[in-house]
């Protein structure tokens, strides 16, 4: 251990560290800036870069040591510097003020699997007027976040500004299945809408009962409710709630058509870009909870492999690490990552790896041989017609071979357990989903579990499931300390839920003028994602 002085954002700092630390690791968290993030540890993506006395290094592959009496900055220090004077005329303030919202009556969740219909489930007005949005949908840069608080604002007559969201925590928000499909504004947008129209007409008749004027002398605009012949009496949404919950409902009020919308369909500030500009957005893996563990996993060398023997002596004996083996899962660690990565290099595994019947080669061969019988999903005409009639004959196939997401966050969570219940912090497009998955590896019922996403780093469909989660609640159980699992690349690409492996053949007769007389097409994609394939599917259409 020694001191290392730099300059830190334009502030003298001095840690007591070992002095062959990684730098990223020291200023996320030794120093608490997690705007430099990791993505590769390979100094491969630049996603931990910082400057060093003017010049970008990728603070994975750099030690401590090496920035002595150096100048560092960091995305935070840019933004002090930078990005507020730019930003901060736009009037954008993202807040998120969860305790006062806990403090009140819960909303009723649903304890079946669907849409509440209580539209307190999703909106909260409080005593200052802000409105609050929870919803189950998760913000992965898609920009959830943005054009929900829209929906929002447009059905409620509250500005935009006004309000602040609260997405995918499994305690606060209304059950959804989860964030993928492009579902989220074509399947769950009705619901939110009918949600704060309602509620905005509940409003309107609690004014009318106030005001004592009839509904229709009243007219809504950002948030307060006015007699249109004299705007001077009204009364705010905040005065007619008092911060309780609203206990009159109505049956089918209609949402606005189209034509009325004045926010929806229009530029709007996105919710999350000045907490991201900065390197203030929490992602999973920048969740720091007091006396956290950082466990790296034992992997195996192929998929299906077993494990036969394990040596973890050498690991043991480094400093503070500790050593966990339940079953399949074998982890080490520590309360600093780059130690439990280097710990974690000690352990000696030996594993029965199964011989590969298939290879990126080989994989097509054995979707067309294990393929089942292709079913006609649409027909019309005649093929043999059409070919008869070709000018061009086009017979084709397409090899499609399994895709990673790549996310550029890679898998990640940190879990707590207190008092028999566990919170987990994670990087997931389907929290609800997750809490299942984990409340049956901690065999916990369902209430003892709450799930948190997050930022997102990205999803594309790879982060539905969430095995990290599992990993980091099982080892949080056997430690009793919070612990964090932060997939590196090698990890991501290992488990990601790939892209399946495909051969599309097309076989399309073209007639004079290169139109298609007639198209058959017989689709081989591998429908099992991860890994290689299990149950390969066959699909055929054709029309002419
Ligand atoms: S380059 Fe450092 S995390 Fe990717």
């Given at each position: 251990m020694?001191?290392?002085?730099?300059?830190?954002?334009?502030?003298?700092?001095?840690?007591?560290?070992?002095?062959?630390?990684?730098?990223?690791?020291?200023?996320?968290?030794?120093l608490?800036?997690?705007?430099?993030?990791?993505g590769?540890?390979?100094s491969l993506?630049?996603?931990?870069?910082v400057?060093?006395?003017?010049?970008?290094?990728?603070?994975?592959?750099?030690r401590?040591?090496?920035?002595?009496?150096?100048r560092?900055?960091?995305?935070?220090?840019?933004?002090?510097?930078?990005?507020?004077?730019?930003?901060a005329?736009?009037g954008?303030?993202v807040?998120?003020?969860?305790?006062?919202?806990?403090?009140q009556?819960?909303?009723?969740?649903?304890?079946?699997?669907?849409?509440?219909?209580?539209?307190?489930?999703?909106?909260?007005?409080?005593?200052?007027?802000?409105?609050?949005?929870f919803a189950?949908k998760?913000?992965?840069?898609?920009?959830?976040?943005?054009?929900?608080?829209?929906?929002?604002?447009?059905?409620?007559?509250v500005?935009?500004?006004?309000?602040?969201?609260v997405?995918?925590?499994?305690?606060?928000?209304?059950?959804?299945?989860?964030?993928f499909?492009?579902?989220?504004?074509?399947?769950?947008?009705?619901?939110?809408?009918?949600?704060?129209?309602?509620?905005?007409?509940?409003?309107?008749?609690?004014?009318?009962?106030?005001?004592?004027?009839?509904?229709?002398q009243?007219?809504?605009?950002?948030?307060a409710?006015?007699?249109?012949?004299?705007?001077?009496?009204?009364?705010?949404?905040?005065?007619?709630v008092?911060?309780?919950?609203?206990?009159r409902?109505?049956?089918?009020?209609?949402v606005?058509?189209v034509?009325?919308?004045?926010?929806?369909?229009?530029?709007?500030?996105?919710?999350?870009?000045?907490?991201?500009v900065?390197?203030?957005?929490?992602?999973?893996?920048?969740?720091?909870?007091?006396?956290?563990?950082?466990?790296?996993?034992?992997?195996p060398?192929?998929?299906?492999?077993?494990?036969?023997?394990?040596d973890?002596?050498?690991?043991?004996?480094?400093?503070?690490?500790?050593?966990?083996?339940?079953?399949?899962?074998?982890?080490?660690?520590?309360?600093?990552?780059?130690?439990?990565?280097?710990?974690?290099?000690?352990?000696?595994?030996?594993?029965?790896?199964?011989?590969?019947?298939?290879?990126?080669?080989?994989?097509?061969?054995?979707?067309?041989?294990?393929?089942?019988?292709?079913?006609?999903?649409?027909?019309s005409?005649?093929?043999?017609?059409?070919?008869?009639l070709?000018a061009?004959?086009?017979?084709?196939?397409?090899?499609?071979?399994?895709v990673?997401?790549?996310?550029?966050?890679?898998?990640?969570?940190?879990?707590?357990?207190?008092n028999?219940?566990?919170?987990?912090?994670?990087?997931?497009?389907?929290?609800?989903?997750v809490?299942?998955?984990?409340?049956?590896?901690?065999?916990?019922?369902?209430?003892?579990?709450?799930?948190?996403?997050?930022?997102?780093?990205?999803?594309?469909?790879?982060?539905?499931?969430?095995?990290?989660?599992?990993?980091?609640?099982?080892?949080a159980k056997?430690?009793?300390?919070?612990?964090?699992?932060?997939?590196?690349?090698?990890?991501?690409f290992?488990?990601d839920?790939?892209?399946?492996?495909?051969v599309?053949?097309?076989?399309?007769?073209?007639?004079?003028g290169?139109?298609?007389?007639?198209?058959?097409?017989?689709?081989?994609?591998n429908?099992?994602?991860?890994?290689?394939?299990?149950?390969?599917?066959?699909?055929?259409?054709?029309?002419?």
């Open positions: 020694r001191a290392v002085s730099f300059r830190l954002n334009g502030e003298p700092v001095r840690v007591t560290v070992d002095d062959e630390r990684i730098l990223l690791w020291v200023l996320r968290y030794d608490g800036l997690t705007g430099t993030k990791f590769c540890g390979a993506c630049g996603a931990c870069t400057i060093v006395n003017n010049e970008a290094v990728r603070s994975c592959s750099t401590i040591k090496d920035v002595a009496r150096k560092v900055l960091t995305i935070e220090g840019l933004s002090r510097r930078d990005f507020l004077v730019s930003v005329g736009s954008l303030l807040l998120f003020r969860l305790d006062p919202l806990l403090a009556e819960p909303a009723h969740l649903p304890t079946r699997q669907g849409y509440p219909t209580d539209f307190n489930a999703y909106l909260r007005i409080g005593q200052d007027g802000r409105t609050t949005c189950g998760v913000e992965l840069g898609q920009g959830a976040m943005t054009s929900l608080a829209q929906l929002v604002a447009e059905e409620l007559d500005s935009f500004d006004s309000i602040d969201m997405l995918g925590d499994t305690d606060l928000c209304p059950w959804d299945m989860g964030t499909g492009s579902l989220t504004i074509r399947q769950f947008g009705p619901v939110l809408r009918g949600a704060a129209a309602e509620a905005r007409a509940v409003l309107l008749q609690l004014a009318a009962e106030r005001l004592q004027l009839p509904l229709e009243l007219a809504a605009k950002a948030g409710i006015s007699d249109a012949r004299d705007r001077g009496r009204r009364v705010t949404y905040a005065q007619l008092q911060g309780k919950r609203l206990k409902h109505l049956e089918k009020v209609p606005k058509p034509s009325a919308f004045v926010v929806v369909g229009k530029p709007a500030a996105r919710k999350d870009a000045l907490t991201k900065t390197g203030k957005a929490k992602y999973a893996g920048d969740i720091g909870l007091p006396g956290t563990l950082h466990g790296r996993i034992v992997r060398p192929a998929h299906e492999a077993t494990l036969k023997d394990v973890t002596s050498a690991a043991e004996k480094i400093t503070g690490a500790s050593i966990v083996r339940d079953g399949d899962l074998v982890a080490v660690l520590h309360k600093h990552p780059d130690v439990a990565e280097q710990a974690l290099a000690l352990v000696k595994a030996e594993f029965d790896r199964p011989v590969p019947t298939v290879d990126e080669k080989t994989i097509f061969d054995h979707l067309l041989k294990a393929a089942p019988q292709g079913q006609v999903v649409g027909e005409g005649s093929l043999e017609e059409g070919e008869r070709a061009t004959l086009f017979d084709l196939t397409y090899l499609n071979g399994y990673s997401h790549a996310t550029m966050e890679t898998h990640s969570a940190v879990a707590k357990i207190e028999g219940k566990a919170t987990v912090w994670v990087s997931t497009q389907a929290p609800f989903m809490k299942t998955q984990v409340a049956q590896a901690l065999g916990f019922t369902l209430q003892n579990v709450r799930i948190v996403t997050p930022y997102v780093g990205g999803g594309f469909g790879g982060k539905t499931l969430a095995r990290q989660a599992v990993e980091a609640a099982r080892l056997i430690v009793g300390k919070p612990v964090q699992v932060v997939w590196d690349r090698t990890e991501e290992f488990y839920t790939f892209r399946p492996a495909a599309v053949k097309i076989r399309s007769p073209l007639g004079r290169a139109r298609p007389r007639s198209t058959r097409t017989h689709s081989r994609p429908r099992t994602s991860t890994s290689w394939p299990r149950r390969p599917a066959s699909t055929h259409w054709s029309f002419a």
